[in-house]
């Protein structure tokens, strides 16, 4: 069992920059693949990026390459995702999301684990 807690988000004006955390209970964190999600009101939820058990393998969404960075700390259960030139169409509630396989996957039915979401709102 997994707990997720994200933290970050908020309001930013069109090319600014903002960092999300998400916290994992548990002693197995490194046993995840760590993966990050989003959905914009009345749209499904899609995949964003994703971060191989020891973080040697990512995978984005073509849109977010070259703005988006993923990165892991096991030591801290800790999953980040730097997002830097953002635009309007990246708001969205941002949810993190943990699965037990070795395979980096974007599907989100493939994940176990999924945290309560966090809102990132960018202005134009």
């Known amino acids: 069992q997994v707990q997720l807690v994200e933290s970050g988000g908020g309001l930013v004006q069109a090319g600014g920059s903002l960092s999300l955390s998400c916290a994992a209970s548990?002693?197995?964190?490194?046993?995840?693949?760590m993966a990050w999600f989003r959905q914009a009101p009345g749209k499904e939820r899609e995949f964003v990026a994703a971060i191989s058990r020891s973080g040697g393998s990512i995978h984005y969404k073509d849109s977010v390459k070259g703005r988006f960075t993923i990165v892991r700390d096991n030591a801290k259960n800790t999953v980040y995702l730097q997002m830097n030139s953002l635009k309007p169409e990246d708001t969205a509630v941002y949810y993190c999301?943990?699965?037990?396989?070795?395979?980096?996957?974007?599907?989100?039915?493939?994940?176990?684990?999924w945290g309560q979401g966090a809102q990132v709102t960018v202005s134009s």
């Open positions: 999301a943990a699965e037990s396989s070795v395979v980096v996957t974007s599907k989100p039915y493939e994940y176990d684990y």
């Open positions: 548990g002693r197995t964190f490194s046993s995840y693949v």
